[in-house]
C-alpha cells in the first residue's frame, strides 16, 4: 500500500469552527491532492499541489485553503466549517510525468453539526 | 474541460455472471483514464488505467476495460462475478499533459452481486 495517513480518521464540529484535515505520505511523491465524497457527485477536487509551497484551486475549492510546507505534508483547512461540507475527505499523491497513477488514502469523515 | 457518465447508478448481477460498467467520457486533449474501486469505508483502489498504449486494457482481479475513441468509451467487464466484486466502481478521466493526475470522476456505480 501507498504510505499515505490521514488525520483524524473522524471528526465532529460545530458550524463556524476551523478544521484541519492532515495528508502525510512517505512516497515522496511531488503531487498531492485533496477529494471530497458525496453521494450523486463521485469525488471532486478540492485542491492540489505540485511542488513545496506550490498549490492550485480545483473544482470546488471555495471555503478551503491549503498548505504545503513540506514534501510529506499537505493539510486542507476550512476556516469556517459549514453543515454542508459534511463530507469524507480524501488525499490522493501521484508522482506525476506520464503513465502515473493515483494514489489514495483512507479519507477523513467530517461531520459539521 | 472533461466529464465523466457512468451509466447506472446501482448495477445487480448474478454470482458467475457477466458484469458490464458503463463509462464514457468527454475530454478535449487525449485522455488517461482509469477505474477505481472503492470498498466500504474504505478508499480508492486502482483497478486498471488506459494510457494511450494498448486499447484493451487488463486489470487486477479479473477486470478489464476497452477504450473506444469513436464511442468515447471505456467500459468496464468482467466475465465471471464473484461475492467479493460487491463494491462502488468509479471511472475517472485525466488530461494527457503530464502535470500531475488531476482526476475528474463519474458518480460511482454500485455493484450488488446475488447468489
Known amino acids: 500500500d501507498a504510505g499515505i495517513t490521514q488525520s483524524p480518521r473522524h471528526k465532529v464540529t460545530e458550524t463556524g469552527t476551523p478544521v484541519t484535515l492532515r495528508c502525510h505520505q512517505t512516497e515522496n511523491h511531488r503531487y498531492m491532492y485533496w477529494y471530497r465524497q458525496d453521494p450523486g457527485h463521485g469525488l471532486r477536487l478540492i485542491h492540489y499541489?505540485?511542488?513545496?509551497?506550490?498549490?492550485d484551486k480545483g473544482e470546488v475549492s471555495d471555503g478551503y485553503s491549503v498548505s504545503r510546507s513540506k514534501t510529506e505534508d499537505f493539510l486542507l483547512t476550512l476556516e469556517s466549517a459549514t453543515s454542508s461540507q459534511t463530507s469524507v475527505y480524501f488525499c490522493?499523491?501521484?508522482?506525476?510525468?506520464?503513465?502515473?497513477?493515483?494514489?489514495f488514502g483512507q479519507g477523513t469523515r467530517l461531520t459539521v453539526v | 474541460a472533461q466529464s465523466v457518465t457512468q451509466l447506472g447508478s446501482h448495477v445487480s448481477v448474478s454470482e458467475g455472471a457477466l458484469v458490464l460498467l458503463r463509462c464514457n467520457y468527454s475530454?478535449?486533449?487525449?485522455?488517461?483514464l482509469f477505474w477505481y474501486v472503492q470498498y466500504p469505508n474504505q478508499g480508492l483502489q486502482l483497478l486498471l488505467k488506459?494510457?494511450?498504449?494498448?486499447?484493451l486494457v487488463k486489470g487486477i482481479n479479473g477486470f478489464e476495460a476497452e477504450f473506444k475513441k469513436s464511442e468515447t468509451s471505456f467500459h468496464l467487464t468482467k466475465p465471471s462475478a464473484h461475492m467479493s466484486d460487491a463494491a462502488e466502481y468509479f471511472c475517472a478521466v485525466s488530461p494527457y499533459t503530464g502535470g500531475g493526475n488531476k482526476l475528474t470522476f463519474g458518480t460511482g456505480t454500485q455493484l450488488k452481486v446475488e447468489l
Open positions: 499541489s505540485y511542488g513545496v509551497k506550490d498549490t
Open positions: 490522493a499523491i501521484s508522482g506525476g510525468g506520464l503513465n502515473t497513477e493515483a494514489f
Open positions: 488506459y494510457t494511450s498504449a494498448a486499447t
Open positions: 475530454s478535449s486533449v487525449p485522455p488517461y
